[in-house]
């Protein structure tokens, strides 16, 4: 009985953990657009981003030529960010 406790316990746990999705508020300097990926690269100006450069994908959003060299807020769907990576908005927050 307690080893099918323990299993059924660790199975659960796994779960929650492969289901869990953290994001990460930021706030980043806008620096370039590029068209052909629809991405921006940007670079993190508060918190644990602070002096990364890395990259946003804009998805089905329009390309916003007006925020290069703008600071935006957004959420990302990763719980940290490092350099020349690339990240999704999961809230657009400016």
């Not at 796994?14 to 370039?32: E, G, H, P, Q, W």
């Not at 946003?56 to 925020?67: A, C, S, V």
């Not at 990302?76 to 690339?86: A, G, H, P, R, V």
């Amino acid at each position: 009985m307690f080893k099918k406790f323990c299993f059924i316990t660790i199975l659960f746990l796994i779960s929650i953990k492969s289901y869990a999705v953290d994001n990460l508020f930021i706030t980043v300097k806008v620096l370039d657009y590029d068209k052909i990926r629809n991405q921006i690269k940007v670079e993190g100006i508060s918190g644990s981003c602070e002096n990364k450069i890395f990259f946003i994908n804009l998805n089905n959003q329009k390309p916003k030529y007006e925020l290069l060299n703008k600071e935006i807020s957004l959420l990302i769907d990763s719980d940290s960010c490092e350099d020349n990576q690339t990240y999704n908005i999961v809230e657009n927050l400016e």
